[in-house]
């Protein structure tokens, strides 16, 4: 599996996957990725930074040669899966990725359970039909939370988003993630969270929605 | 007071303010803001688009054209402040707004109480100081829900990431804003906060953080 961290002003995905302070090494004119947990390969723009307090200034013709130059020089190797981590909205960072890979399998998208996000990511539904790039699902995050104490459910971000976005764009509502705090706390120490808590309910969601989400590709 | 919504992708202002549905119009060289409540002019591309679902696929040049204009032209009135909302990162919108307006006060930083989020709005500082704008202070948004039940509180975005923010970019922590289930519930029917639970502990913060952004504003 390869994870392409698209987000050029925001990249996560070095902290959340603990690899803050690995570079990436160019060998002759090839990239190569950084190797996470897992096996994974990873390629972020938070690899070329000295470190984390510097900030990538830069205007969107920047942003779509970086993309198109990592794409092409980085050596994947043999992949499975190639996943592409993007920043919110439909400009350069999106254009420039659903322009460049000729054989996407398709859009996830995720959204809260509020009607102001759901608004907002339903849009994709016009730049997937203008890009002619399909949407395989929808995630809704941070769904609801669970009183560890009393048990009690409480809809803190409102309800039933990501079923009305599946419903608005045409495609299966794949899986809604609870609210763990210990989700938050495995991000910010470089831990997947399957990993460390693999018995959790959010553990249980995520891998069967990874298995979902495998299928849908494999029957398409 | 006017609110100039400079996120073209995800314009929110509109729906959070109750305005879905109204155009800008324009007399002569001039467009005229939409009005919200308590007389607020507005400033979106969202007044600009025929419905919510319609998607901005714009590139950096065309947003960069877009806020240059919207600037250039609205016909705001005396105001004493603009609010220019921006979405995440450091590309276009953040470029062309710094650039643009001479005379800015300053930034306002809003990030969650976990790390992952602090060090991506820390890189803030760098661009700050790069445009030679100020930062006025930071808002820790989400900082913890408190259990209506039992009145626990609970970390679930973990803690602490405001003060360190305001560490690291050397601005007061004006605010730590905790969860109400009824913040988004207004925000997806359009009524303002403050207005609807005026006696709220969160209206009480969101007043008296107006109130400190006003001091520092008159004391600057």
Known sequence: VGVFDADVHGPSIPRTL??????????????????????????????MLPDETVAVIWRGPLKTAYIRQALAMTEWGNLDYLLIDLPP??????????????????LLLVTLPNLLSEKIVAKAK??????????????????YFKCPDTGKIYYIFGKGGGLKLADEVE?????SIPIDPRITETMDKGKPFVLEYPNSEVSKII??????????????
């Open 126 to 143: 016009v730049f997937a039909e203008r890009l002619n790039v399909k949407i395989l699902g929808v995630i809704e995050n941070m769904s």
């Open 18 to 47: 603990g690899l803050i302070g690995l570079q990436l090494y160019v060998k002759g004119e090839n990239i190569i990725p950084v190797e996470g947990p897992l096996g994974v390969k990873v390629i972020s723009v938070g690899f």
């Open 89 to 106: 909205g439909t400009g350069d960072e999106q254009l420039t990725i659903a322009q460049l890979i000729s054989g996407l399998d398709g």
């Open 207 to 220: 891998l069967e929605t990874a298995d979902k989400i495998i299928k849908l590709l494999e029957s398409s």
């Open 171 to 175: 495609a299966p509502l794949l899986a």
